[in-house]
């Protein structure tokens, strides 16, 4: 069982910055990569930023420059520091785990950009 939790989400002013945390726990083994999905009202859940354990990444481009995705292999964490929010940018965030068995998914965040 791998559990995937995550933090720091929340309401935040357009321009202003959010950190989004994840830290798994459980029967780990072989991790692949990690990653930050994000999924709006009505829209299909999008890849908005992956990091593998060699350190190589690839974002969205509506992230690109905005957004920086990092992890610590030894503490199995990933984090997602997010500047220069927009209101686009509002969804609900999940953490992905790829491992050697399979893949898994933490329960979301709420990101909201409002003035």
């Known amino acids: 069982q791998v559990q995937l939790a995550e933090s720091g989400g929340g309401l935040v002013q357009p321009g202003g910055s959010l950190r989004l945390s994840c830290a798994a726990s459980?029967?780990?083994?072989?991790?692949?990569?990690m990653s930050w999905y994000r999924q709006a009202p009505g829209q299909q859940r999008e890849l908005v930023a992956r990091i593998t354990t060699g350190g190589s990444t690839n974002y969205a481009d509506s992230v690109k420059g905005r957004f920086t995705i990092s992890r610590d292999n030894a503490k199995n964490t990933v984090s997602l520091q997010m500047n220069s929010l927009k209101p686009e940018d509002t969804a609900v965030y999940y953490c992905?785990?790829?491992?050697?068995?399979?893949?898994?998914w933490g329960q979301g965040t709420q990101v909201t950009v409002s003035s």
């Open positions: 992905n785990l790829e491992a050697l068995f399979g893949v898994h």
């Open positions: 459980g029967s780990i083994y072989s991790i692949y990569a």
